[in-house]
């Protein structure tokens, strides 16, 4: 991972300097910064399929990347992590679609605790999302706008799972 996050750091500086002059820190909440240019919001995210990584200088960005062929208990994680409307959206859902449904929401909040700074620790309730008709935010804590100040988005073309979330920082 740490070659894609210095190209993307590379990407984001305008290529100025050899990818091996770019390194990143973290905050105390693992959140990645350049110590130079600190306004510049990173995140990153990696499985077996690959790396995925965004940059924005406007708002709080938030990716996740996820390996949705591992096998899991997704109903029972489902019950004991996400909201209750979560947990009823993958209940209704059989076989890979209901590993899809449960990587998806998973996907999304994870990027979503990346778009304000934050890891699992902060907690996989502080966001809800709904998937259809049409995905959208419909929980997110209120000290970060509530969820008027989210845009959420499932990255469609992977071999795995994966989700962007945009934080207005305005």
């Not at 002059?21 to 350049?34: D, K």
Request: charged share 25%.
């Amino acid at each position: 991972m740490q070659l894609g996050s210095r190209f993307c750091g590379a990407a984001a500086l305008g290529w100025s300097l050899p990818l091996s002059q770019i390194v990143f820190e973290e905050t105390e909440n693992g959140r990645p910064y350049l110590p130079d240019v600190p306004d510049i919001w990173f995140s990153f995210s990696s499985c077996r399929f690959g790396f995925l990584g965004a940059w924005s200088s406007t708002h709080g960005v938030g990716v996740d990347l996820e390996d949705e062929t591992r096998n899991l208990e997704a109903l029972e994680l489902a019950h004991r992590f996400f909201s209750e409307a979560e947990a009823n959206a993958i209940e209704r859902k059989d076989g890979l679609e209901r590993l899809r449904t449960f990587f998806e929401l998973w996907c999304l909040k994870e990027a979503a605790l990346k778009s304000i700074g934050e890891g699992l620790p902060f907690g996989l309730d502080a966001f809800e999302f709904e998937l259809d008709p049409n995905l959208r935010v419909v929980h997110a804590p209120p000290d970060h706008g509530g969820p008027e100040q989210f845009d959420a988005h499932v990255i469609e073309g992977t071999d795995g799972c994966a989700a962007l979330i945009t934080r207005s920082l305005a």
